[in-house]
């Protein structure tokens, strides 16, 4: 049964109209070779800019697959995502939502301002290698709305080799056709206001030897080279490609190199140096023409998307399109794309307010009160997480309690719900309670942060701080597992 999805209140919808507000996007795509993480990610995250993003979204392909490797990384996060994760929550960014499928791996961070406002997260994954049974190529993908915007993220791996370019477009076509998502406004990944088409495509550059190709990326002479880039070729002739934006490659092909070095290939294949690695985008094109349309539905559905896009416009700007030659731990150097979303939110209310209730502490039991702000449809699923502030994932809880289970009291307006002390951290520290809602696959509302007190019982019976830090960290430990 599909559930309905949550409408604007018309305070919401005024506030909509104001002026836009712009987002920064940092994404990053990188071939990993099946390497382990390196040691400092600064410059590739641009942790030293003076501008911080307000997304993150990084698609790698090829992370380790090996048997073990891959089995012990689906109970414990993949050593990548792990890095990430240390790297960027002490900068208080969350990763909303991940998606892994053998090889490919699509992560989503948000700073937490944002997180109750990024709702309706739904993934994706289509199989392209060995007949479509085996996920080492294909595509992986984040379906969202923030503040309103359908966004769709798509990380591909697409077929390799020189005369394989139109196999590509076509495993490109058939992952765009397969992919579906729950919901009225955005079924197809083209139903979304905005979609980023990125990862490993694999396309190389044509008819140019090896000598003029070198010689041209030598001299930075790059433009030289775009006219037989076999993407910029097949856009020529294929349609969906043609709706799709990308910045100038005014860097280094990307592949392939040797490990640990800037040097091209000098293994006895000597591969010609390509653009394999890209960021695109496409903006919704504008609703067509009412005339012409047969069925009052199909003319509802343009005059919707006609009023959509004038209430609430969106534009992007790409204000960075580089590759990173720091990194040799692949024979492919990762590409770095940074954005400016300007929009104007359709929401910034949160669906719930929530806070706790009095003192925290694990030597009693306490009450999480919350209210609804806007309507959204609830399930017997929907939780409140204990967060530590600085909390790495939606799954990184201390604790959690199921709302409906354990509400003891409510009335219109205002729910409590209980959480039992025997939950409750005995160390403390400082926390937020998360509503995270089933239906919608998200956190839609943080209450401000709290102190939870050290638990004085604990203290009395002769546990040593050290001992109840270590107690909490292996119990914080089993709850991300």
């Given amino acids: 049964m599909e559930e309905e999805e949550e409408q604007p209140s018309e305070v919401e919808l005024k506030k909509g109209r104001d002026e836009g507000h712009k987002f920064r996007l940092h994404m990053v795509t990188w071939n990993v070779a099946t390497a382990d993480p390196p040691n400092d990610v600064t410059s590739l995250l641009h942790l030293d800019s003076p501008k911080s993003p307000d997304l993150y979204v990084i698609g790698l392909q090829e992370v380790s697959a090996a048997p073990l490797r891959f089995l012990s990384d689906i109970t414990f996060d993949d050593s990548w995502s792990q890095m990430f994760m240390s790297v960027l929550a002490p900068r208080k960014y969350v990763m909303v939502s991940s998606i ?91 139903d979304h206001r905005l979609v980023f088409w990125f990862g490993d495509l694999n396309f190389r550059i044509q008819d140019h030897g090896m000598h003029f190709v070198r010689n041209c990326i030598n001299s930075q002479n790059f433009k030289l080279l775009w006219s037989k880039d076999q993407l910029n070729m097949m856009k020529q002739k294929e349609q969906i490609l043609q709706e799709f934006e990308e910045g100038p490659l005014d860097f280094p092909p990307t592949y392939k190199f040797d490990l640990n070095s800037d040097t091209y290939d000098s293994s006895s294949k000597k591969r010609k140096p390509a653009w394999t690695d890209r960021i695109l985008w496409r903006l919704r094109p504008k609703a067509p023409p009412i005339i012409g349309q047969d069925d009052d539905e199909s003319k509802s559905d343009v005059l919707k998307q006609l009023d959509e896009d004038e209430e609430f416009p969106l534009k992007i700007r790409q204000d960075l399109y580089t590759s990173n030659m720091e990194y040799g731990v692949s024979d492919h150097k990762p590409v770095v794309g940074v954005f400016t979303l300007e929009l104007r939110k359709v ?101 401000e942060p709290f102190k939870v007190h050290e638990s004085k019982v604990a203290l009395e019976e002769g546990l040593l701080p050290e001992k109840i830090n270590h107690l909490n960290q292996s119990v914080a430990g089993l709850n991300l597992q």
């Fill in 100 to 190: 892994r499928m053998q090889g490919l791996l699509l992560l989503f961070f948000s700073k937490l301002e944002h997180i109750a406002f990024i709702r309706d997260i739904q993934t994706m994954y289509t199989r392209t290698g060995l007949f479509g049974y085996w996920g080492n190529k294909g595509g992986v993908s984040i379906h969202l709305s923030l503040y309103g915007h359908v966004l769709c993220f798509l990380n591909c791996h697409l077929a390799a080799h020189m005369n394989y370019a139109s196999e590509r477009v076509d495993e490109f076509e058939y992952i765009m056709d397969s992919q579906t998502f729950d919901g009225k406004k955005a079924q197809r990944i083209v």
């Fill in 347 to 447: 929401y910034d209310t949160p669906l719930v307010r929530l806070q706790a209730e009095g003192d925290w502490s694990a030597d009693i039991d306490a009450l999480v009160i919350y209210s609804r702000l806007q309507p959204f449809s609830s399930s017997a699923w929907d939780w409140v997480g204990l967060y530590k502030v600085g909390f790495r994932s939606v799954s990184d809880y201390l604790t959690y309690t199921w709302v409906k289970d354990d509400e003891v009291a409510f009335n219109e307006e205002i729910m409590q719900v209980y959480v039992s002390k025997e939950e409750i951290p005995v160390r403390g520290g400082v926390c937020v309670l998360c509503y995270y809602s089933n239906t919608l696959q998200c956190i839609i509302g943080i209450s």
